[in-house]
């Protein structure tokens, strides 16, 4: 999945920063920037996916099931739907939910 990412940090590392691609510091950087771009652009993914996912769910349609659900099947329903735990051992919801 990375792999253009692979060949194009080396190039980044050693003309740009003008660092030999030599451990120890050259391997660090490479490590470095590979690695801090591949998590951002994972969470940057897995924020959109889950944001869609939630577009999915009205919030009335959600705060109903959630009522009708009681000790810990609510608990799990609530973390899996995103949901304070507190909030279904009360009974409320959110006033925006």
Same mark, same amino acid.
């Given at each position: 999945?990375?792999?253009?990412?692979? /060949? #194009?940090?080396?190039?980044?590392?050693? $003309?740009?920063?003008?660092?030999? +691609?030599? =451990?120890?510091?050259? +391997?660090?950087?490479?490590?470095?920037?590979?690695?801090?771009?591949?998590?951002?652009?994972?969470? $940057?993914?897995?924020?959109?996916?889950?944001?869609?996912?939630?577009?999915?769910?009205?919030?009335?349609?959600? /705060?109903?099931? #959630?009522?009708?659900? /009681?000790?810990? /099947?609510?608990?799990? %329903?609530?973390?899996?739907?995103?949901?304070?735990? +507190?909030?279904?051992?009360?009974?409320? %919801? =959110?006033?925006?939910?």
């Amino acid at each position: 999945m990375f792999h253009w990412l692979e /060949k #194009l940090i080396p190039v980044f590392v050693e $003309s740009v920063l003008k660092t030999p +691609g030599n =451990p120890p510091l050259g +391997g660090s950087l490479h490590f470095f920037f590979y690695d801090a771009i591949k998590i951002l652009i994972l969470v $940057s993914l897995m924020i959109f996916a889950i944001s869609y996912l939630r577009s999915w769910f009205q919030p009335q349609k959600t /705060k109903e099931m #959630l009522t009708q659900a /009681k000790g810990v /099947k609510a608990n799990f %329903a609530a973390s899996r739907l995103g949901i304070g735990i +507190g909030a279904v051992i009360r009974g409320w %919801a =959110p006033a925006d939910f």
